[in-house]
T-cell receptor, first 112, second 109 residues
Framework: DAGVIQSPRHEVTEMGQEVTLRCKPI?????LFWYRQTMMRGLELLIY????????DSGMPEDRFSAKMPNASFSTLKIQPSEPRDSAVYFC??????????FGEGSWLTVV | GIQVEQSPPDLILQEGANSTLRCNFS?????LQWFHQNPWGQLINLFY???GTKQNGRLSATTVATERYSLLYISSSQTTDSGVYFC???????????FGSGTRLQVQP
């Protein structure tokens, strides 16, 4: 199994630019999660989907963040406009509902 | 929301030593997982253990759901065990994992 695949692995962008992070979950999984990891706040849930439907987006920091899951094999997390405080590692994860959650390798975002 | 507390926050061991990491949680849970984040940032599943005891090589875990804690045991530690160990729980109301702040382990040769 290929595991959860995220892209890009690393991105450096200038403040104000749009950032799009991509995720391909494990085939057959029906839950998808976006987490953010920072030194100050640790690992925090941003949003998750069940069967492509957003269930809980209460962790999305503000309107600059949006996430979509147009089909079972693809999701995006978009930040527009980006700010330096958005610098973090963004993880995508997937699972069968209620079962073991598997993480991708993360997208390391730096906004300068 | 559910609170997850891990202890100790930091741990330094000599190679070959044993250790116990603890995770306390504030409410009933349907799911508990232990992860290892290696020095390259990868989050690796160790155990899916909402209750009972499991073992995988030198690692084992026990969750006592009624008393709201879980323990991760590492025996005969190796330098490759270094990294951060996270406990994450799925509370009965929410269907996504809430993470503790982790235990940072350093195993010295």
């Amino acid at each position: 199994d290929a595991g959860v695949i995220q892209s890009p692995r690393h991105e450096v962008t200038e403040m104000g630019q749009e950032v799009t992070l991509r995720c391909k979950p494990i085939s057959g999984h029906n839950s998808l999660f976006w987490y953010r990891q920072t030194m100050m706040r640790g690992l925090e849930l941003l949003i998750y989907f069940n069967n492509n439907v957003p269930i809980d987006d209460s962790g999305m920091p503000e309107d600059r963040f949006s996430a979509k899951m147009p089909n079972a094999s693809f999701s995006t997390l978009k930040i527009q406009p980006s700010e330096p405080r958005d610098s973090a590692v963004y993880f995508c994860a997937s699972s069968l509902i209620g079962n073991t959650i598997y993480f991708g390798e993360g997208s390391w975002l730096t906004v300068v | 929301g559910i609170q997850v507390e891990q202890s100790p926050p930091d741990l330094i061991l000599q190679e070959g030593a044993n250790s116990t990491l603890r995770c306390n949680f504030s409410d009933s849970v349907n799911n508990l997982q232990w992860f290892h984040q290696n020095p390259w940032g990868q989050l690796i599943n160790l155990f899916y253990i909402p209750s009972g005891t499991k073992q995988n090589g030198r690692l084992s875990a026990t969750t006592v759901a009624t008393e709201r804690y879980s323990l991760l045991y590492i025996s005969s530690s190796q330098t490759t065990d270094s990294g951060v160990y996270f406990c994450a729980v799925l509370d009965t109301g929410r269907r996504a994992l809430t993470f503790g702040s982790g235990t940072r382990l350093q195993v010295q040769p």
